[in-house]
């Protein structure tokens, strides 16, 4: 499904009935990822899961793609879809999304879920690593970054043991838009530190990470843990950067006691 939103063709996807649930894939993803979560969740909740602009089918435009403008759009195709509160979702850039979201919307996220992610913003290191990407992907192509980032998307576990998953994600990236990828990466480069947002989030939140993951690690989450007040942490064993594809049982039986908490609660 596509909206007209913000001024761009969102695609999306809305499965099952029941409290909604917005899920935001990680770069350079898009929203297939949830596919595992989408099966298992379906049959308690709505669950939402668009392709950031310029990702999947969702129209591209051509600018940074700063964390303030990906949060705009979830909130112009939330209302497109008349929906006022919702559980929000993300998974590493998406949880860089989630945390930009709250902060101008908070009385629209009842409860809020911190995948793979973190609060800091890049060293200066980072936002040169992301400025060489962004120019190495528009003069060699997604092949190169396909090959470059899977190892360190994925656990050392799933690397070594899980082929058929090492090829999806190289495959996922390598479709990607050459431009998606530069401007999500100069947008990520200018996202603030959040980490003074934490004290600010109120609702339930549950703070989710691989046991084996690499770029967001274990320490970071327990970061967010002490900071956000209403949190809880839930470490996804043999699972690294994109723990939801990896351990997708584990990390779905977390998320279903959480959600249902919530929604018995409210
Ligand atoms: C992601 O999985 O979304 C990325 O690792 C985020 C990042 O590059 O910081």
């Given at each position: ?39 298992e969740?379906r049959?308690d909740f ?13 129209q591209?435009t ?15 195709l939330?209302?497109?879809?008349s929906?006022?509160?919702v559980?929000l ?13 709250y902060r ?7 409860a809020?879920?911190l995948a ?9 290191e ?45 495959k996922?990236i390598?479709s ?25 989030i ?20 327990q ?10 942490i ?6 690294g ?5 990896e351990?997708?049982?584990d ?9 249902e ?6």
């Amino acid at each position: 499904m596509k909206a007209k939103v913000n001024g761009i063709k969102l695609a999306y996807e809305i499965h099952g009935c029941g409290t909604p649930v917005i899920l935001l894939h990680a770069f350079p993803l898009n929203r297939t990822m949830w596919a595992p979560q989408v099966s298992e969740l379906r049959k308690d909740f709505e669950i939402i899961t668009p392709d950031f602009r310029g990702f999947g089918e969702s129209q591209g435009t051509d600018e940074p793609y700063t964390m303030d403008l990906l949060a705009e759009d979830i909130h112009a195709l939330l209302r497109h879809l008349s929906l006022h509160e919702v559980i929000l979702g993300g998974l590493s850039m998406g949880g860089y999304v989630a945390f930009a979201f709250y902060r101008k919307y908070p009385e629209m996220v009842k409860a809020l879920i911190l995948a793979d992610t973190r609060a800091e913003a890049d060293t200066e290191e980072g936002k040169t690593n992301r400025k060489n990407m962004a120019e190495l992907v528009l003069k060699a192509g997604t092949k190169v970054i396909a090959e470059q980032m899977t190892p360190k998307l994925l656990g050392k576990t799933s690397f070594e043991q899980k082929q058929e998953l090492v090829s999806r994600i190289k495959k996922t990236i390598s479709s990607t838009s050459p431009n998606a990828i530069a401007n999500a990466q100069l947008g990520m480069a200018q996202r603030p530190d959040s980490n003074s947002t934490l004290k600010h989030i109120t609702c339930p939140t549950l703070i989710l990470v691989g046991a084996e993951d690499t770029l967001t690690p274990v320490e970071n989450a327990q970061r967010m843990k002490r900071n956000i007040h209403n949190s809880e942490i839930r470490v996804v064993p043999k699972a690294g950067h994109i723990s939801s594809l990896e351990q997708p049982m584990d990390f779905n039986n977390a998320l279903k006691k959480f959600l249902e908490i919530i929604t018995i609660s409210s």
